[in-house]
């Protein structure tokens, strides 16, 4: 609109007036609203699907592991098993009889034959009597875990009432009444002859390299700090003036020698350890592998456990 210069106060209006400008302020359009509306509506519903799905999931894994875990404590059970045949089919050896050690040989391989059978039971029973077979298994598995360390010698003191531990094979032969028949039962078994007949055509360097047993260089030979001159197996020549007083304080196994096929050096301390060593050696080793057979089952039953007492109550 032109400025009017005369000073009229009604000015003319114009013709083509510009529209006023709206007080209202502007809105998002509808077709905007009803866009957002749904999207953040999806949110918590997906959400919601995750932290329903999530569980599930890890009730299939728990369920999965779980199986794999049962197969591998029954694989796991078979050597127990082997070991049940090779205790109860072995025949004793080494005059253990005359210490009722095949009695104890029979007694560990029924108790290993119903440990094997109670933990495939505890296996089998888990999903339903999760915490009965869980205290069922673990109780025999801890007994034979302690028969294990003491076959091993881990008790110093206590192992000696305990048969078969090393304490305990040192009591009976330090008993002299004892002694007296092991050793009839060591020279009936024909250690020494079979030595001696073996070696009859070594010379005294040969015989030094042939690697004996416990019981044949501690029964058939004497000690090597006698310092005697090698003949044969079972037949030795002292050598030297005055060898005997020498290491008459110092090993009196020098003078116990003698070169008769019935005496040698079966009263020799050398002879009840070498006889000391080979009982611990068979029953050593069976203690590890009770030891190592209870730890991997323990270790099992308490995984298997934990994950029946899952599946029970993660619900």
């Known amino acids: 609109m032109a400025e009017n210069t005369n000073g009229n106060p009604n000015p003319t209006p114009d013709p083509n007036p510009a529209p006023a400008p709206d007080p209202t302020p502007k809105s998002n359009p509808p077709e905007a609203v009803a866009v957002a509306v749904p999207e953040e509506a999806s949110k918590p519903q997906e959400v919601t699907e995750r932290r329903i799905m999530t569980p599930s999931k890890l009730m299939m894994k728990v369920k999965i592991y779980a199986g794999l875990l049962s197969i591998i404590t029954f694989i796991i059970s078979l050597p127990i098993l082997a070991s049940v045949v090779w205790l109860l089919y072995m025949k004793d050896y080494d005059c253990e009889k005359l210490l009722r050690l095949p009695k104890l040989q029979t007694g560990l391989g029924v108790g290993l034959l119903f440990l094997f059978l109670l933990s495939n039971a505890a296996v089998f029973f888990k999903a339903r009597f999760p915490l009965p077979s869980f205290f069922v298994i673990m109780v025999p598995l801890i007994v034979v875990l302690t028969m294990g360390l003491a076959l091993v010698g881990t008790y110093k003191m206590e192992s000696s009432r305990i048969m078969a531990s090393p304490m305990w094979f040192k009591e009976k032969v330090r008993n002299d009444n004892n002694w007296k028949n092991l050793k009839s039962c060591i020279y009936s078994s024909g250690v020494c002859d079979e030595l001696a007949a073996r070696s009859i055509t070594l010379k005294a360097y040969q015989f030094s390299l042939k690697k004996l047993t416990s019981l044949e260089s501690g029964c058939c030979n004497p000690p090597g700090i006698c310092e005697m001159d090698y003949v044969n ?10 060898v005997e007083d020498k290491y008459e304080v110092a090993d009196s196994d020098c003078n116990t020698w003698d070169n008769n096929r019935t005496v040698l050096c079966y009263d020799c301390d050398t002879c009840r350890d070498g ?14 592998f009770l030891i190592f057979m209870a730890l991997l089952l323990i270790v099992c039953h308490l995984l298997l456990f934990v994950a029946a007492m899952w599946q029970r109550y993660s619900g």
């Open 275 to 288: 006889f000391v060593r080979v009982m611990e050696s068979k029953w050593w080793k069976l203690g590890v």
């Open 233 to 242: 197996a079972t037949y030795w020549r002292r050598s030297g003036d005055g």
